[in-house]
């Protein structure tokens, strides 16, 4: 087979993701009803009837990085939505009130899934939208976890809503709750979850890393839109495997030299995604540890409802300073880390101010330096790529010095 | 053998022609920034008050918001790395550096050997810059220049509550309309803009020695607002505008060194 021709996971990660847009179509076109849901929702339980799901905040990525989201802000602020609001939501009220999008369009739902695990701003999103749409919302209230470990009263309410979740699912389709079907559903989603979090894990101790951490923004896709589907699981097997040859051989799929290893805090800038990786492989940066792509590593056992809600109640924004401290302090050991630059992301207020005591604390335990950046996930007029790449280059100065001293300051400052 | 540094901010251009990595031969400021004639024409009084040519040069090192569209240079330094260097080559025993330039700030944590390591930045809001005392000095009809001696005659500074340029601008305008005199009103905007540095100044570390550089601290409304919103002394070198060129110079030296 010639080598252009060949199956690689990001080709068939790609398509993957385009095929779940198109599938949402072919159901629309057929009276099938399709939802719009938020990232970490349990997809599960819409998965095992059946029913295609879209994810705005995918949407609002992709045509971020293709320079649309300004168009489709404007639309939604002219209407009256703040600036403040998250920069995703406006981009998907845009959307709507644009009629559709031209790099990456949606067709408009049936019914909303939203979990409230990642943000609490979804729920008014999504409120919004039912109200608009005159469409069902299924809601699923992540209790938010200010005690450590999530509590069993906590594990019950989840449990209790997603029971209520099939219940409205069931008018919504007209068909009849499958536990098995559910069972099947939970089985592909945790082993898709397990090599997720496999194929992350891969860098640690390996020099160079087998891929550019970046990479993983890309890969996520289907992580976060297909997560329910066996495809996904061969996509991540042949994933694993390429990284797994590639550490056999020495190699990386990284075309920029490893200089350095760090740790990336937040959401990626989508508008500037290019410049950003550019701007790294200048500076011989490489993405090694993030805790983002982890909110998709969702791990339990086969049939156990209380594990599900366990890990969907875990996720990073859903525990306190403590936990979240220790979530980076392990992403920084698991990639070998030298530094961490955090994103001052204006959309996510919920990731962002908690950020100047977070990276403290992270500091203090790991003695890393760091640096910050202002920017938005998908609002491109809060990034400056002179701010950005001076404060880069500062944070890649401390690291060689750093690292010419033996990995530390001269004192202990 | 000589080296130069040189610093293209967003306002000012500056150059240092150092001679074997310890003596300043000449210094120069031209009031343009990168983007303008600024860049060469700092290069040029260099070389003609040094009375050197541009082959003289065994290295030249750039930093400032104007550093990498700036041809010709051995090497680019960020400014917070020549800020560092600078600094602790005037003053030896250098802890915190405190830089207020044009359109950001910075506060530098440096280790004992003068080596930079850890900072923090403003955020993308440029309000206790620089370009933030540029507007209040002209709606106050008044030179940027002598905002520090202006203030210093102040009895009873306002309170400006506004961080944001566009706010703080209107609250000066309703003092002025009240008819609060000048030097009460320039307090008043030096003690928000210490305010503001001292906050990100904290979050780095505050290590003694303390000292202040920038274009902005050749003003001591400013310089004596921050000692106060600190609670430490704060030193001003007489380079002060100079130090991130200086730096550059050094690094220059270093390099052809290494």
Known sequence: MAEENKITAMKMINGLLAKSYKEAWEAKEKGIPVGWSTSVFPQEIVECFGLPLLYPENQAAGVAAKKESLSLQEKAESRGYSIDLCAYARTNFGLLENGGSENLNMPKPDFVCCCNNICNEVIKWYESLARELNIPLIMIDAAYNNSGEVSQSRIDYFVEQFKEAANQLEKISGKKFDPKKLEEVMAISSENGKLWKESMSLSKDVYPAPMNGFDLFSYMAVIVCYRGKKETTEAFKLLISELKEHIKNGTTSNRCEEKYRIMMEGIPCWPYIGYKMKSFGKYGVNMTGSVYPHAWALVYEKNDLDGLARAYCSMFNNVDLNKMTDYRVNALKDGNCEGVFYHMNRSCKLMSFIQYQMAREVHEKTGLPYASFDGDQADPRAFSDAQFETRLQGLVEVMEHQKENGGKADDNN | ?258
């Open chain 2, 1 to 258: 053998m000589y080296t130069m540094g040189l610093d293209f901010g967003s306002t000012a251009s500056k150059g240092v022609v150092l001679k074997d990595g310890k003596e300043i031969v000449c210094t120069a400021i031209i009031t343009s920034g990168t983007g303008t004639s600024g860049p060469e024409r700092v290069k040029e009084k260099l070389l003609t008050e040094s009375n050197l040519l541009e082959s003289d040069m065994e290295a030249v090192v750039v930093t400032g918001y104007g550093r990498m569209t700036y041809q010709g240079a051995k090497k680019q330094i960020s400014e917070l790395s020549c800020h560092a260097k600078g600094v602790h080559f005037l003053v030896p025993d250098v802890g915190t550096v405190i830089d207020i330039g044009g359109q950001d700030i910075k506060a530098l944590l440096l280790d004992k050997n003068g080596n930079l390591s850890n900072f923090v930045m403003n955020d993308k809001c440029a309000a206790g810059t620089g370009r933030f005392l540029d507007v209040m000095a002209g709606v106050l009809e008044t030179e940027v220049s002598m905002l520090g001696e202006i203030s210093m005659m102040s009895k009873s500074p306002v309170n400006i509550s506004s961080t944001c340029t566009v706010f703080a601008e209107s609250e000066v305008i309703s003092h002025l309309s009240a008819g609060v005199n000048k030097e009460d009103i320039i307090a008043g905007i030096h003690i928000s803009v210490a305010g503001r540095v001292a906050a990100l100044a904290k979050r780095v570390g505050i290590k003694d020695k303390v000292v202040m550089v920038g274009g902005v601290a050749k003003n001591i409304g400013v310089v004596k607002a921050m000692e106060d919103a600190l609670g430490k002394n704060i030193e001003v070198p007489k380079l002060a505008q100079l130090t991130g060129a200086l730096g550059a110079a050094l690094f220059a030296f270093e390099a052809l060194n290494k």
